[in-house]
């Protein structure tokens, strides 16, 4: 669809047979889309929801433009979608990078947001000197990303994290192509566009009936920090032992939780 004054977007559309049943607005990760984020947990969410998941700008095949990155346009981007499909009120489901799109959808329209389900995210990640020294090495990513390994190297990592003889090896070399679909620059500009993100002090009053998804194992974004949005949310939780790749690497309790969490924000 293009979206008046800001370009094309690509996004997936399922209504649900009953009219009433409620709307979810699925915001994936960073480096992700849509499918790869959210494809394990389409037919278990499609017999409860309807749902639209977005590609953020620069991600998957997510608008492309010469503007810089920013968690802001992102948000208005997914706004203005729900606009234009002319949705009175969505459930953002939104995971790791899609948080805090989720929450400052609900901040600057809080009109379109009906509840808030956060997923393995967190309300930032820069509170500590070693987190932000972090960040300032994201551009190096970008040479990765450009590199004629990186297709390669994508293969073998995702088949070795999730092990022989999983369900999910079959789609490895679709997800890696998937991944190759990012535009290298958005994507070191999302990542620094996260390390500037703290809602701390904005979070707590935005409102909004919210359930969070911990990953237990998280590597990326430390439980702790998932806890402490849950805390400031003074959201439902729901915990899975599994790492930051969950929608991989455990797909069926991954769906079986968002179906969940969703049900849990929607009465």
């Known amino acids: ?12 559309h399922h209504q649900h047979a009953d009219p009433s049943a409620p709307t979810a607005l699925l915001l994936h990760g960073w480096t992700a889309s849509a499918d790869l984020q959210f494809f394990s947990a389409y037919k278990a969410l499609a017999e409860h929801y309807s749902f639209v998941a977005i590609d953020h700008r620069g991600h998957g095949r997510g608008l492309r433009g010469a503007e810089k990155f920013e968690l802001t346009d992102a948000a208005d981007d997914a706004a203005a979608l729900v606009q234009a499909l002319e949705l009175e009120s969505v459930v953002t489901v939104g995971y790791s990078m899609g948080g805090p799109i989720s929450m400052l959808l609900a901040k600057r329209h809080p009109e379109l947001v009906q ?31 450009r590199s004629h390994a990186y297709p390669r190297w994508m293969r073998w990592g995702i088949g070795h994290v999730l092990g022989r003889n999983h369900p999910v090896q079959q789609y490895v070399p679709w997800l890696a192509s998937e991944l190759r679909r990012n535009d290298t620059f958005n994507v070191v500009q999302a990542g620094q566009s996260l390390s500037r993100y703290d809602a701390r002090e904005w979070a707590p009053s935005l409102g909004k009936t919210a359930s969070c998804l911990i990953t237990t194992r998280d590597r990326l974004v430390k439980p702790r920090k998932q806890r402490a ?3 400031a949310l003074n959201a439902q939780v729901i915990e899975l032992s599994d790492d930051h790749l969950a929608a991989w690497t455990s797909p069926d309790e991954f ?8 049900r849990r924000v929607t009465g």
């Open 115 to 145: 509840a808030m389900v956060l997923q393995a995210t967190a309300l930032e990640w820069r509170a500590r000197f070693y987190e932000r020294l972090q960040w300032r090495t994201v551009h190096l990513l970008g040479p990765l990303l």
């Open 229 to 231: 949005l849950a805390d």
């Open 1 to 12: 669809m293009v979206l008046p004054g800001r370009g094309e977007v690509f996004y997936r």
């Open 255 to 262: 769906a079986k939780t968002t179906v969940e969490l969703i």
